[in-house]
């Protein structure tokens, strides 16, 4: 913890609380006369006192005969509302592109004091080793961090090539080792569905643990495919895109996750499920962020962003506070330390004046003030990185010859990503193309761009395929304009797409050179540059700085002809190879249909 901040646990000072409780000792913090909003019973109380020792609540009702010493510090809360602190059950601190410490600097003045990072984006860069990096930082920190292991290093084993590769024996090895809370999100729900015994192994060792398994059901089927994976151990899931699958999944058991991110903007299309069903039991669904920029976060917020807009979609507020709250709580089977102002539990505490907008004054973090009026109070400081995490771009200088695909014939037909602002899916289209100077090139008439995906993660001799290379619509873009990104999602290889050859290479080697990140060609010439040395996805920069570098890479995207906000970060997930329906990887085109297992397919289509 910070020299401000400590955290002890609960076994070590029942006997001061019960003691404080009982007015024999007295309090470190009693906030007085507050409307506490009760997720336990949805009940609005006014004229409660909270009383903290330890970090720990020891009583909420009349502090009246509370002892008070010089230690004490006493707050009127003014009748004010008493909110538990929000918690993000299923997230992606590499999203935001900075640093934990970065990233819980940036957060917990906007009410967030739990967070459940999946990080399979670094570990997919540097392996079990982030894992261990991950616990070490968070140890230190205000913000409660109950860490995911992640499952899918790389995310379908055999149709992409990571920088690690995690294991049963690696799960198993994180949990007994504490470095890890609960099991990330399953994405190769097709090998669940299907039966493929290493995802099995590795969902077995989250069953003999007793964790927490999510999911990440990213499938249409909402019968036996679902079914399946659920039976298989499952807990809960984020990628329910409509209200009758995010109902289902709530119906069979499941916790539905309802995300709203900052580009994946599923929750107006879930709420339905709550609203129009008046009388439903609401207690297996949650909100979660799952990935949201910097930028997001410092001009909106974080959950509360996304409460925010559940209430202004007309879910009542008390419902959607339980959804960051209690709801998360219990499916993380955590409800007996976080999640509500109760005896016994973590003094995360709001002080909010306003329900219906959500206007929050104060932030206690274990019954310490860590943040008031939109500012953080306490000093969280900067993590000092081992080499081997913030030097993991390895790759040669490119030319414009290594985007050049071949053809012998004229005309051929050819597959095409089309990607879609704001979602996160694909859709595949035949596009007949012909070639020139004996090769296929963008066709910025019909806004076909050129993708390319290359392997730059430590050299490996059994990576036999280092790049893949497609064809993208829907982008926009114009001449001599080219994005390139180290940020792709999820094995993060260098992906590049553009308008033309030139523009590629001079985006591809701009970002060789910086050590990853982003970079966006306009015109033939680098417009803005992004840089994220560690794990070539994440800046050590302040969530402020780096979303004003999100900004300026937003608005060159802009510049180079395309007009959708946030499209950096659909076009992130070009390499996710889990997502229907034609994603780009180093291997190639892979094709996931509906009720299909993945498979690689030819980016030239035979007769």
Avoid at 242 to 254: F, N, S, V
Avoid at 260 to 275: E, H, K, M, S
Avoid at 455 to 464: A, E, F
Avoid at 495 to 522: K, P, R, Y
Wanted: charged share 15%; aromatic share 4%; hydrophobic share 45%.
């Amino acid at each position: 913890m910070t020299a401000e901040h400590t955290r002890k646990s609960h076994h070590q000072i029942t006997q001061d609380l019960a003691a404080t409780a009982m007015g024999r000792q007295a309090a470190d913090l009693i906030i007085r006369n507050g409307t506490l909003v009760n997720v336990n019973t949805a009940q609005l109380q006014p004229g409660v006192d909270v009383v903290v020792r330890h970090g720990w609540i020891a009583l909420v009702g009349d502090a009246s005969d509370i002892l008070v010493d010089e230690n004490t510090q006493v707050i009127d809360a003014a009748g004010r509302y008493l909110v538990p602190g929000f918690i993000d059950s299923h997230m992606h601190v590499e999203s935001a592109m900075v640093d934990l410490p970065s990233f819980a600097a940036g957060v917990l003045p906007h009410g967030t004091t739990t967070i459940c990072p999946d990080i399979h984006e670094i570990t997919n860069v540097l392996g079990l080793r982030a894992v261990e990096l991950f616990h070490n930082i968070a140890e230190e920190l205000p913000l409660k961090v109950l860490l995911a292991m992640p499952v899918c290093v790389p995310s379908i084993p055999g149709f992409e090539d990571a920088g690690a590769t995690i294991s049963a024996a690696d799960m198993a090895e994180a949990y007994q080792q504490g470095w890890a809370q609960l099991q990330g999100e399953q994405m190769n729900f097709p090998g669940v569905i299907y039966g493929d015994p290493d995802v099995h192994a590795i969902t077995a060792q989250g069953l003999k643990g007793d964790f927490v398994l999510t999911g990440h059901y990213a499938n249409l089927d909402l019968n036996r495919g679902l079914n399946a994976f659920i039976a298989s151990g499952l807990t809960a899931c984020h990628e329910g895109t409509t209200a009758e699958g995010t109902l289902r999944r709530a119906q069979l058991g499941m916790y539905a996750q309802q995300r709203y991110g900052t580009a994946w903007l599923d929750l107006p299309n879930l709420i339905p499920a709550i609203l129009d069903n008046p009388e439903i039991d609401t207690r297996l669904f949650t909100m979660v962020t799952d990935d949201v920029t910097s930028a997001t976060i410092h001009e909106e917020g974080h959950l509360v962003r996304v409460v925010r807009k559940a209430i202004s979609l007309g879910l009542p507020p008390m419902l959607a506070i339980q959804m960051v709250t209690i709801n998360p709580a219990q499916m993380l089977e955590k409800s007996r330390w976080i999640g509500s102002i109760s005896p016994g539990r973590a003094a995360d505490i709001l002080l909010v004046s306003d329900l219906e907008a959500l206007t929050i004054d104060q932030v206690y973090a274990d019954g310490a003030l860590v943040a008031k009026d939109g500012q953080l109070k306490i000093n969280i400081p900067a993590y000092d990185y081992p080499a081997w995490a913030v030097n993991s771009i390895h790759l040669p200088t490119l030319t414009a010859q290594d985007f050049a695909i071949p053809v012998e014939k004229n005309p051929v037909n050819v597959r095409v990503m089309r990607v879609f602002p704001g979602m996160v899916h694909t859709e595949e289209e035949i596009v007949e193309m012909r070639a020139h100077n004996g090769g296929l090139s963008a066709d910025l008439t019909r806004d076909i761009l050129k993708a390319a995906v290359f392997y730059r993660h430590d050299q490996n001799p059994t990576v036999d395929s280092t790049k893949g290379l497609g064809f993208v619509t829907g982008t926009q873009f114009n001449p001599g304009c080219a994005y390139a990104s180290t940020v792709s999602h999820d094995s993060h290889n260098l992906l590049v797409i553009g308008s033309d050859d030139q523009a590629m290479a001079l985006a591809a080697n701009t970002l060789i050179e910086t050590g990853g990140g982003i970079c966006i060609v306009v015109d033939g010439s680098v417009e803005t540059v992004m840089p994220l040395p560690l794990a070539g996805i994440m800046s050590l920069e302040p969530v402020a700085v780096a979303a004003q570098q999100v900004a300026e890479v937003e608005q060159a995207l802009k510049k180079a002809g395309c007009p959708h906000e946030a499209f950096e970060m659909t076009l992130s997930l070009l390499g996710l190879i889990v997502l229907e329906e034609l994603h780009l990887s180093n291997r190639g085109l892979v094709a996931l249909k509906p009720g299909q297992p993945p498979q690689i397919v030819d980016l030239i289509v035979t007769p």
